[in-house]
């Protein structure tokens, strides 16, 4: 296949991925009933994402021109570690190996194994050419190069056991706003998006707040109301009734709308269902500590509130070029 042809799957892909076809309907229930974090609005939400920022063709030709894209390549089989906290979590990952030309031998994360194996069956299936370029596999070895997402435990085994290959190993991640008391109803509305999306559990996903002293709470805690339906979630539910009894147990602060709790705290990780918070002064530096473990930040002066769910082709995880480094292998 040349780099057409590529481009070209990809576009059928995604009009695949946004079908009603029978078997990716039944991949996409029984997605949920294997992992109930994947609700059937996000993972619509997820392909939608997909096919608009990045399968959308004109935009895929701005990216591959971009990095002066042609056929002249070594192609070498690079081994992929997905993560799994949200629906096809990896798929910008998986593009960009495909379209650069190189091979690929996925071993897709147990949280997200079905949504994965039924876009591969369908590309084997549809384009059998691709069957030599995508690859799966309950174990990687042999490869020329990895490129693995986990957790900060997982990434610890990564840099030991892919150490002598090139690589790119990803850690835990998390996003934070600074809202400075200003805003609209429209952009708290955006924040409650980019908080709750996917639950929370997303590496974009908005899980501390920074706020100017003598902020009032109250919109902010009106504008979450529209998400209150997440509290059907069994799951959910969970989290939010263990995370509310440790606060009481603990007797220590907090505000809440009956499905989220917000709650200061240094750290810029928050448990699901919760929001932590730090106040800051008006007119000093924002504080920006542990700026190794953001992924965005969003208000003024930085990412537009509502954006952070929704990467283009140019957004990288961790901000590490995953094109580039496979052109340079």
């Not at 949920?32 to 935009?59: C, H, M, V």
């Not at 798929?91 to 994360?109: A, E, T, V, Y």
């Not at 639950?199 to 009106?222: A, H, Q, S």
């Not at 007797?251 to 106040?279: A, C």
Request: with cysteine; proline share 5%.
């Amino acid at each position: 296949m040349n780099l057409h042809d590529r481009i070209d799957i990809m576009a059928e892909l995604a009009n695949f991925l946004c079908s009603q076809n029978p078997e990716w309907v039944s991949a996409k229930l029984k997605a949920e009933s294997e992992n109930p974090w994947f609700t059937q609005g996000f993972i619509e939400l997820s392909i939608k994402n997909i096919a608009r920022e990045y399968l959308n063709k004109d935009k895929l030709n701005a990216w591959v021109n971009f990095y002066h894209l042609d056929d002249n390549i070594n192609p070498k089989l690079v081994g992929l570690v997905m993560a799994g906290n949200i629906p096809l979590v990896g798929f910008h990952d998986f593009l960009c190996l495909f379209i650069s030309g190189h091979r690929q031998m996925i071993k897709p994360s147990s949280k997200d194994d079905v949504l994965i194996r039924e876009m591969v069956k369908y590309l084997h299936l549809q384009f059998p050419e691709t069957s030599t370029y995508i690859l799966l596999a309950d174990q990687l070895k042999g490869c020329d190069a990895y490129i693995a997402t986990g957790s900060n435990n997982s990434s610890r085994y990564f840099e030991q056991y892919f150490s002598k290959y090139p690589h790119i190993i990803r850690k835990n991640k998390t996003s934070v706003a600074v809202l400075t008391g200003d805003e609209s109803e429209t952009d708290l509305a955006l924040l409650a998006a980019d908080v709750q999306t996917f639950f929370g559990l997303g590496c974009r996903n908005v899980t501390k707040i920074y706020v100017p002293e003598g902020y009032d709470f109250i919109p902010l805690l009106n504008s979450f109301k529209k998400f209150d339906y997440l509290i059907e979630n069994q799951r959910y539910k969970n989290n939010y009734d263990y995370q509310l009894s440790i606060l009481l147990l603990n007797r220590q602060h907090y505000m809440t709308n009956g499905s989220i709790l917000l709650v200061e705290n240094d750290s810029p990780f928050s448990p699901i269902s919760v929001l932590n918070y730090n106040f800051y002064k008006p007119g000093e530096p924002v504080p920006r500590e542990n700026i190794q473990d953001l992924q965005c930040i969003s208000g003024k002066g930085q990412m537009q509130p509502g954006t952070l769910q929704h990467p283009g082709l140019f957004d990288y995880a961790d901000g590490v070029d995953t094109m580039a480094f496979l052109l340079q292998l």
